[in-house]
């Protein structure tokens, strides 16, 4: 069969070729067109909003704004309607309480359709994870997030926000309004760089800074991916300039993990050297995935090292930044309410000019203000799931296994059925 086709002339080889990508594309298509049947046969007892025969719901959502478009429909459509990101891919968007303890308690996989558009960056980590192996990894990286690891981060944390508050005092001087959310995800991203790597009091080096616009592009263009269903197909992402711009990034982000892990691996293996970082003020998170061991004595894989790393890097400073930014927005909105907010840290506080572990737990005026902040503007607005199993609903409503379905937190979070007036903090 080689030798034939060797034998072929250059016209032929090509003709060759076009017919059988025309095939691998056609089966692809039909595949494609075989789901959106079963995806719609599966949501044929639920409702929704008119569908454009190639946009699905996403041309509308991308015009008016995704949040904002979400939460109209959930006027029309109570608990539950179909969502539709471009031709093939059809979920179940729910944003009623008990819709949402019915699939959210059972422990279903995250969907792949839109999860596995973060593997090339973070790998097998946490966020994709599940089953037996996130258990794993869970377990392993608890330890991490214990009090007494966490309290003398306080310091870090009050040392990178002091940083940002005098970049601001430079900027208000000028009088006219500034955009503080790049300077909140600075901040937060050079907290982590301190708390992941344990880099120094001196700031962020050109290699860490390249890290940093990295990690801000890549959590710009994996949410732009999810949001355009033209990028949906690896095979067409990879060959757009956002595809290639994806792909450049995860390297600057993965030569920069990979090299302070060696790095510190190497250092380990001197006995002294972690006798001293165990008598550090702090272990930061890379230290403790290093010396992290299961019940057989396993450790993780350089692979699972990288995945943890990146995964940390990206929901932590991604959502922190979301939270913050937007906590400040209704400090803003709501004079009165930062007012009592201020009085009630400077009580707690008096002399000192820094805040303490055991300060936290006083402030239960600033608490509540954060987690209203929190249910208004939600970090992760949406999140995915596909069932394992079939789901019956209370309203007697199911869907089969299989199905796709969509947690909209934002919606949610302004269901006028669990929140009397909503949009009122």
Not at 50 to 74: M, N
């Given at each position: 069969m080689a030798t034939a086709l060797l034998?072929?002339?250059?016209?032929?080889?090509?003709?060759?070729?076009?017919?059988?990508?025309?095939?691998?594309?056609?089966?692809?298509?039909?595949?494609?067109?075989?789901?959106?049947q079963m995806l719609a046969k599966a949501m044929n007892n639920f409702s929704g909003p008119?569908?454009?025969?190639?946009?699905?719901?996403?041309?509308?959502?991308?015009?008016?704004?995704?949040?904002?478009?979400?939460?109209?429909?959930?006027h029309q459509y109570p608990s539950a309607h179909q969502l539709w990101l471009g031709p093939f891919l059809g979920f179940l968007n729910i944003y009623e309480p008990d819709y949402v303890k019915a699939v959210y308690s059972r422990g279903d996989p995250k969907a792949a359709d839109l999860y596995d558009f973060?593997?090339?960056?973070?790998?097998?980590?946490?966020?994709?994870?599940?089953?037996?192996?996130?258990?794993?990894?869970?377990?392993?990286?608890?330890?991490?997030?214990?009090?007494?690891v966490l309290k003398p981060y306080v310091a870090v944390f009050a040392e990178s926000t002091n940083l940002m508050l005098d970049k601001w005092e430079k900027k208000a001087r000028e009088d006219k309004s500034f955009d503080i959310f790049s300077d909140v995800g600075h901040m937060a991203l050079d907290t982590l760089m301190k708390c992941t790597f344990g880099k120094g009091d001196s700031g962020l080096g050109q290699r860490d800074s390249s890290y940093y616009s990295a990690i801000s592009d890549l959590t710009l263009l994996a949410?732009?991916?999810i949001d355009s269903f033209q990028f949906h197909n690896d095979f067409i992402y990879w060959l757009t300039p956002h595809g290639r711009r994806f792909l450049k990034a995860c390297k600057v982000a993965h030569d920069h993990t990979d090299q302070v892990i060696r790095e510190r691996k190497e250092a380990l293996k001197d006995e002294k050297e972690w006798e001293k970082i165990q008598k550090r003020r702090h272990l930061?998170?890379?230290?403790?995935?290093?010396?992290?061991?299961?019940?057989?004595?396993?450790?993780?894989?350089?692979?699972?090292?990288?995945?943890?790393?990146?995964?940390?890097?990206?929901?932590?400073?991604?959502?922190?930044?979301?939270?913050?930014?937007?906590?400040?927005?209704?400090?803003a909105r709501y004079p009165e309410h930062q007012k009592r907010c201020r009085e009630e840290v400077q009580e707690i506080l008096g002399d000192r000019d820094s805040t303490q572990w055991?300060?936290?737990?006083k402030m239960s005026y600033l608490t509540m203000c954060i987690k209203e902040s929190l249910r208004l503007y939600p970090p992760v607005p949406q999140v995915y799931r596909q069932l394992s199993k079939p789901v019956s609903f209370v309203d007697g409503r199911s869907l089969p296994a299989g199905s796709l379905i969509s947690l909209h937190i934002y919606g949610l979070h302004r269901n006028g059925a669990v929140w009397p007036d909503p949009e009122v903090a």
């Open positions: 034998s072929l002339s250059p016209s032929r080889l090509g003709l060759w070729a076009s017919v059988l990508v025309l095939v691998l594309v056609f089966i692809k298509l039909v595949g494609l067109v075989l789901r959106k008119p569908t454009h025969w190639l946009f699905g719901h996403a041309h509308e959502i991308q015009k008016t704004g995704s949040l904002d478009k979400v939460v109209s429909w959930i973060f593997l090339q960056w973070i790998g097998k980590g946490l966020l994709v994870l599940h089953g037996p192996k996130w258990h794993q990894h869970r377990k392993l990286l608890t330890p991490g997030f214990h009090y007494d949410q732009q991916r930061d998170f890379l230290d403790i995935l290093l010396g992290a061991k299961d019940d057989g004595g396993v450790k993780l894989s350089d692979a699972d090292l990288r995945a943890e790393v990146d995964t940390f890097m990206f929901e932590g400073h991604d959502t922190t930044t979301s939270g913050i930014a937007w906590f400040l927005y209704c400090m055991d300060d936290l737990g």
